[in-house]
């Protein structure tokens, strides 16, 4: 590895040490096309351990064009930005935080690039549930950062939390649901017929990456959101037909 390619590396994870903040990074430690990007994004994965799976992000064409793109993008998920419970989730500490409400799966064998069959795509999938995504637009602009950048940074990624598994979800037209998310009584919604459908993300996420394995999670996009959130709140809600909503704080 040359000693730029190393330099990039602790740079980047040094910024995510300083999260919710973001510094100035310099433009030559920038990746400067997507290509770089995923590659920092990578090296970064490998130096600071403990993914436990990718989201996918911008799986709408509205989405994809606020930010140039002509596909979704990717970025990871970590075992320290879980939280077990949406209050808890809603607790840390975000610099401008959004709310997706998504569909997220867990594997229970591996998928490969070679094999993407829908009985492929189905049999891998041991769980299916409603989940938060928590983003932070911890950049102020964006633009200005870059989106080589953002992907190397786990675009916008800050938190996540599963909420109850549905079990007769294979019984669903998971490209028909429809979700919400209300915040201290103010509802948003949205259809996933209007984004990637969550069988479609992570048939396009195995594409992207070769392979998955047994236990990974993914977020396959947001069918509502982002919906920005000024914390603390006193309310918060995200539902999908057929699955149990979460919220906060929990019925007594």
Known sequence: MDRNAEDQIETFVAARGLRPSW????????????AEGYRLQNSIHDRIGGRVGYKVGSTSAAGQRVFGLQEPVYAGLFAADRSAALGQALARPYRS???ECEIAFVLSRDLDAAHLSKTDVASAIGACHIACEIIDNRYGDPAAVGVPSL?????????????PANPDWRYQDLHRVRASVTINGQRFEGSASDVLDAYASLTWLVRKRG???PGE????GAIVGPVSIALPAK???LAVTGFVPMAFPTAS
């Open 23 to 34: 510094p100035e990074i310099a433009h030559g430690l920038r990746p400067q096309t997507i």
């Open 97 to 99: 935080p959004s709310l």
């Open 151 to 163: 992907i190397a940074d786990d675009f916008f990624q800050a938190g996540f939390v599963l909420g």
């Open 211 to 213: 392979h998955l394995a």
């Open 217 to 220: 999670i993914v977020l396959t």
């Open 235 to 237: 309310h918060v809600e």
